[in-house]
Nanobody, 123 residues
Framework: QVRLVESGRGSVQAGGSLRLSCVAS????????MAWFRQAPGREREGVAA???????SYANSVKGRFTISQDDAKNTLYLQMNNLNPEDSAMYYC?????????????????WGQGTQVTVSS
Protein backbone atom coordinates (compact mmCIF):
# COMPACT_ATOMS: atom_id res chain seq x y z
CA GLN A 1 0.00 0.00 0.00
CA VAL A 2 1.47 3.29 -1.13
CA ARG A 3 1.56 5.95 1.55
CA LEU A 4 2.86 9.51 1.43
CA VAL A 5 2.78 11.32 4.76
CA GLU A 6 3.66 14.99 5.00
CA SER A 7 4.81 16.83 8.11
CA GLY A 8 6.26 20.20 9.04
CA ARG A 9 3.12 22.30 9.13
CA GLY A 10 3.49 25.66 10.76
CA SER A 11 2.73 29.34 11.02
CA VAL A 12 5.52 31.84 10.45
CA GLN A 13 5.92 35.54 9.80
CA ALA A 14 6.92 36.87 6.42
CA GLY A 15 10.61 36.33 5.83
CA GLY A 16 10.67 33.18 7.93
CA SER A 17 11.53 29.61 6.99
CA LEU A 18 9.95 26.18 7.22
CA ARG A 19 10.98 22.69 6.16
CA LEU A 20 8.39 20.20 5.02
CA SER A 21 8.96 16.45 4.96
CA CYS A 22 7.17 13.64 3.15
CA VAL A 23 7.83 10.05 4.13
CA ALA A 24 7.03 7.49 1.45
CA SER A 25 6.29 3.82 2.01
CA UNK A 26 4.85 0.81 0.23
CA UNK A 27 6.93 1.04 -2.95
CA UNK A 28 10.57 1.36 -4.08
CA UNK A 29 11.20 5.04 -3.49
CA UNK A 30 13.90 5.52 -6.14
CA UNK A 31 11.65 4.18 -8.89
CA UNK A 32 9.59 7.35 -8.94
CA UNK A 33 9.98 11.08 -9.23
CA MET A 34 8.48 13.23 -6.50
CA ALA A 35 7.02 16.70 -6.25
CA TRP A 36 5.42 19.25 -3.97
CA PHE A 37 2.17 20.95 -4.86
CA ARG A 38 0.14 23.52 -2.99
CA GLN A 39 -3.39 24.80 -2.97
CA ALA A 40 -4.79 27.84 -1.24
CA PRO A 41 -8.53 28.37 -0.66
CA GLY A 42 -10.22 29.57 -3.83
CA ARG A 43 -7.14 28.98 -5.94
CA GLU A 44 -6.08 26.22 -8.32
CA ARG A 45 -3.53 23.63 -7.32
CA GLU A 46 -0.02 24.77 -8.18
CA GLY A 47 3.10 22.71 -8.78
CA VAL A 48 5.87 24.03 -6.57
CA ALA A 49 8.94 21.83 -7.10
CA ALA A 50 9.81 18.39 -8.43
CA UNK A 51 12.82 16.08 -8.30
CA UNK A 52 13.56 12.88 -10.20
CA UNK A 53 15.53 9.79 -9.26
CA UNK A 54 18.72 11.34 -10.65
CA UNK A 55 18.34 14.55 -8.68
CA UNK A 56 17.12 16.69 -11.55
CA UNK A 57 14.85 19.42 -10.23
CA SER A 58 12.30 21.91 -11.48
CA TYR A 59 10.68 24.84 -9.69
CA ALA A 60 7.76 27.15 -10.18
CA ASN A 61 8.91 30.66 -11.04
CA SER A 62 7.21 31.97 -7.91
CA VAL A 63 9.52 29.98 -5.61
CA LYS A 64 12.82 29.90 -7.51
CA GLY A 65 15.67 31.06 -5.33
CA ARG A 66 13.61 30.66 -2.15
CA PHE A 67 12.58 26.98 -2.05
CA THR A 68 14.78 23.90 -2.34
CA ILE A 69 13.53 20.39 -2.97
CA SER A 70 15.68 17.46 -1.89
CA GLN A 71 15.39 13.80 -0.95
CA ASP A 72 17.07 11.26 1.27
CA ASP A 73 16.82 7.87 -0.40
CA ALA A 74 17.98 6.03 2.70
CA LYS A 75 15.02 7.47 4.61
CA ASN A 76 12.51 7.38 1.73
CA THR A 77 11.90 11.02 2.50
CA LEU A 78 11.27 14.07 0.38
CA TYR A 79 11.93 17.58 1.71
CA LEU A 80 11.00 21.12 0.84
CA GLN A 81 13.09 23.84 2.44
CA MET A 82 11.20 27.11 2.21
CA ASN A 83 13.01 30.37 2.92
CA ASN A 84 11.98 34.01 2.75
CA LEU A 85 8.33 33.02 2.95
CA ASN A 86 5.63 35.53 2.11
CA PRO A 87 1.85 35.49 2.68
CA GLU A 88 1.26 34.31 -0.91
CA ASP A 89 2.98 31.05 0.07
CA SER A 90 0.19 30.23 2.52
CA ALA A 91 -1.51 27.03 1.36
CA MET A 92 -1.97 23.34 1.97
CA TYR A 93 1.15 21.60 0.69
CA TYR A 94 1.01 18.10 -0.77
CA CYS A 95 3.67 15.66 -1.87
CA UNK A 96 3.03 13.38 -4.82
CA UNK A 97 4.79 10.77 -6.93
CA UNK A 98 5.00 10.10 -10.65
CA UNK A 99 6.72 7.69 -12.99
CA UNK A 100 7.52 10.57 -15.32
CA UNK A 101 11.23 11.27 -15.30
CA UNK A 102 11.09 14.82 -16.63
CA UNK A 103 10.00 16.44 -13.36
CA UNK A 104 6.64 17.84 -14.42
CA UNK A 105 4.80 20.38 -12.29
CA UNK A 106 1.42 19.31 -13.63
CA UNK A 107 -0.76 17.42 -11.22
CA UNK A 108 -2.32 15.11 -13.79
CA UNK A 109 1.00 13.30 -14.15
CA UNK A 110 0.99 12.26 -10.49
CA UNK A 111 -0.89 9.20 -9.31
CA UNK A 112 -0.35 9.14 -5.55
CA TRP A 113 -0.80 12.00 -3.10
CA GLY A 114 -0.34 12.68 0.57
CA GLN A 115 -2.97 14.17 2.83
CA GLY A 116 -1.32 17.59 2.96
CA THR A 117 0.23 19.84 5.56
CA GLN A 118 -0.75 23.46 6.23
CA VAL A 119 1.60 26.39 5.86
CA THR A 120 0.49 29.83 7.02
CA VAL A 121 2.57 32.96 6.54
CA SER A 122 1.52 36.19 8.18
CA SER A 123 2.59 39.66 7.11
Amino acid sequence: QVRLVESGRGSVQAGGSLRLSCVASGYPYRSYSMAWFRQAPGREREGVAAINRNGRTSYANSVKGRFTISQDDAKNTLYLQMNNLNPEDSAMYYCARTQADWVPLIGNFYNSWGQGTQVTVSS
